[in-house]
């Protein structure tokens, strides 16, 4: 089946909609380098995807706690100090615009994440966009990490809509790829990742940025 123009968008969270930048300071703050969050965010998805396919569930921030554990000397409380950045968080700079384009075109916008609740919420706030996304999800909700299938079917549910008029923009290649098996229409563009992973099946949309993402999906037929 062709995609469709969706009647509502879902937003990944972490790097996709805020900067993890205060994240990374408070590691260097206590002395670690600021490179190293990629490969603790990294370790912490790793985390959460293996406890999903094993049949067991555990929250982002028991995940991510875990990965600082294991590649980090930190002490519990300063572990926590690096959690509590993701409290801190703001939008990038291009993300008002977008949910901005989408309102003005009548298409609803959600956040979907499996970071902890409060996280997009704080952010959204922040930014002073929080009327321009109908609602924020978490799958801690049904405990189940994207790119589960049933993350992506609960949303669609949630927002009540065919999984074919959703669609999920990220930047990440895993989430965008979970998405499209789930029926929903994919859209990527990049910020971490320099292109959309070879390895898998290309997605309705891949863009230069999410302005270009945006535009993509309102472009698609009706």
Request: aromatic residues 6%.
């Amino acid at each position: 089946m062709s995609a469709r123009r969706p009647h509502v968008v879902a937003f990944d969270v972490n790097e996709t909609l805020l900067d993890l930048s205060p994240v990374r300071a408070e590691l260097v703050e206590l002395g670690l380098p600021g490179h190293l969050l990629a490969t603790v965010f990294g370790r912490t998805l790793q985390t959460g995807f293996a406890a999903t396919v094993a049949g067991t569930w555990l929250p982002f921030r028991a995940a991510f706690d875990s990965a600082l554990a294991q590649l980090t000397d930190l002490a519990d409380d300063d572990r926590a100090r690096v959690a509590d950045a993701f409290l801190e968080l703001s939008p990038h700079p291009d993300v008002e615009p977008a949910l901005r384009r989408l309102t003005a075109a009548g298409v609803r916008a959600v956040t979907l994440t499996h970071g902890s609740p409060g996280v997009a919420e704080a952010g959204l706030e922040r930014g002073g966009i929080t009327p321009l996304v109908e609602r924020t999800l978490s799958s801690e909700t049904v405990r189940a990490w994207k790119p589960s299938r049933e993350a992506y079917l609960w949303a669609a549910g949630t927002c009540g809509v065919a999984p074919e008029r959703l669609a999920l923009v990220a930047a990440h290649g895993w989430d965008v790829l979970g998405a499209t098996r789930a029926g929903l229409t994919g859209a990527w563009f990049p910020r971490g990742e320099r292109v959309y992973p070879p390895a898998y099946p290309a997605p309705a949309v891949v863009a230069p940025d999410l302005a270009g993402a945006v535009e993509a999906l309102l472009a698609l037929p009706a």
